[in-house]
């Protein structure tokens, strides 16, 4: 019997192995190869005939990658659609007891992949920038209340506040843009107003981003077009800058530059000793980081639980973003008259995505300290049984210990804005990359019309490999 149990170790172990390392990111990597290279219609191709095989607790990916596809190929429709059915699963998402209670003898990819908290308000991003896309500005409006709403949700899992990611400066940014392209200047004023404060708030803390300059001259200048001069001369003086009356004749194209991809999720490790302490509780510490959490283990005296008893170093996987940085760093806007205006950092996905990852961290250290004791009990319990079978579940247990490496791949780096006058007729505008590799210049044909805004997106995905 000891015999087939080993033999059966020897037989399961390079599977196991492959399941255990390979990252999410590695997995789909003929999509992402695709997607990254440019070529979306070969991806949305690729994803389109996986469906059938992506698993019931990866589908929200799913969903959510061929919304960026879909949106990349200007199916604005299918891509609303693909978004509507992703915001529906995690609106409806309830706990799968079973995937969990998998989780706890496994590792957390067992369980229905729920995204990150900054993860929610893109997608919501993403539906307003397709209904402005269908000039659909009062759908456009109403994705971006949900992103107040999702924030308001957000927050309220945090009692104690420990998640710097409570409110979004690019959202409200987004929103006063809507606005003001309705010729809502009342509306548009409060909502730049708000973006504004968050900048210089929360954004310039925790982010190291602050207002940008067009936000602050679309500030002073909607206040003044809303009758508000006591506002105005505030900001106006704050800003070193005075509205001139000109700024609000002919119309506008604001420019969205989405730079780069975002972060891919790995695994990295941090070693625990065990203390033992009474009640059958012990803890669990890491002096490097000065880490330590109390876990319920049982009573360790008991034959039962000797292999607990045993335990004094455990590894716990946990999950950290590896970076692909944009290989362009700056962009500017040239009109035909040879005006330029450069493009400024309105969002840093990388950065909140790094944030907000480190502000559960702790939490996921105790769940993942929690999984491993469970892992050991079980050993220890099959190894009272059979040796063999004993040996097999602590084969199985140290090469499914691994950390979730599942998020949204396909968003941006960075997202940049500007807004350029346009005169009325046919517009050129060229868009200048630096550094000057692959493709240094775009162009853009924009029909100005009086009073009108435009609106153009526009995604560079040229970006280093993942990088630790």
């Known amino acids: ?79 609303i659609k693909l978004f509507g059915e992703a915001d529906h699963m995690i609106e409806d998402y309830s706990t799968n007891y079973g995937a969990e209670a998998l989780a706890l003898v496994t590792n957390p990819m067992a369980t229905p992949y729920r995204a990150e908290d900054f993860e929610k308000v893109l997608i919501h991003f993403y539906q307003a920038l397709n209904y402005i896309d269908l000039k659909q500005y009062d759908d456009a409006l109403v994705e971006c209340r949900r992103i107040n709403i999702q924030l308001h949700e957000i927050n309220d899992k945090y009692p104690d506040h420990k998640n710097r990611y409570q409110d979004d400066a690019f959202a409200h940014l987004l929103t006063g843009l809507i606005y003001d392209a309705l010729k809502d200047y009342n509306n548009a004023f409060i909502s730049y107003r708000n973006a504004y404060d968050v900048y210089q708030s929360s954004y310039a803390k925790n982010f190291g981003l602050t207002a940008p300059e067009q936000l602050k001259h679309d500030l002073v200048r909607t206040a003044a077009l809303t009758g508000f001069t006591e506002e105005q001369h505030q900001y106006e003086d704050q800003f070193g800058f005075q509205y001139q009356p000109t700024d609000s004749i002919g119309s506008s194209a604001v420019f969205f530059w989405l730079n780069g991809l975002g972060p891919v999720k790995s695994e990295w490790s941090v070693n625990f000793t065990m203390v033992k302490g009474k009640g059958g509780w012990a803890n669990f510490v890491n002096d490097q980081y000065g880490l330590s959490f109390p876990v319920y283990i049982g009573d360790l005296s008991s034959h039962e639980k000797s292999g607990l008893d045993d335990l004094r170093i455990i590894r716990v996987a946990m999950p950290r973003y590896s970076d692909r940085r944009p290989v362009y760093n700056s962009a500017t806007l040239t009109t035909a008259s040879g005006k330029t205006y450069q493009l400024e950092l309105a969002e840093n996905i990388d950065a909140i995505a790094h944030k907000t990852l480190h502000d559960r961290l702790l939490r996921e250290m105790g769940k993942a300290i929690l999984r491993l004791a469970v892992k050991k009990g079980i050993e220890a319990a099959a190894s009272k049984k059979n040796d063999a079978l004993g040996m097999l579940v602590s084969l199985a247990n140290a090469v499914t210990e691994k950390a979730d490496t599942r998020n949204w791949q396909t968003l941006p780096y960075e997202v940049g804005y500007i807004r350029v006058p346009l005169h009325n007729g046919q517009n050129h505008l060229t868009l200048h990359l630096s550094p000057a590799v692959g493709k240094p210049t775009e162009t853009f044909d924009v029909d100005g019309q009086s009073g009108e805004t435009r609106f153009i997106t526009y995604h560079t995905l040229e970006s280093s490999p993942p990088q630790p």
Do not use: H, W
Request: net charge positive; hydrophobic share 35%.
């Open 1 to 79: 019997m000891k015999k087939i149990f080993f033999l059966t170790g020897l037989c399961l172990f390079p599977l196991l192995l492959f399941t255990g390392c390979a990252t999410y990111y590695q997995r789909n990597q003929a999509f992402y190869q695709a997607f990254e290279s440019g070529n979306i219609e070969n991806a949305e191709k690729i994803i389109q005939q996986s469906e059938k095989k992506v698993k019931p607790k990866d589908r929200l990916l799913y969903l959510l990658n061929r919304g960026v596809t879909t949106r990349m190929l200007d199916d604005y429709r299918e891509s």
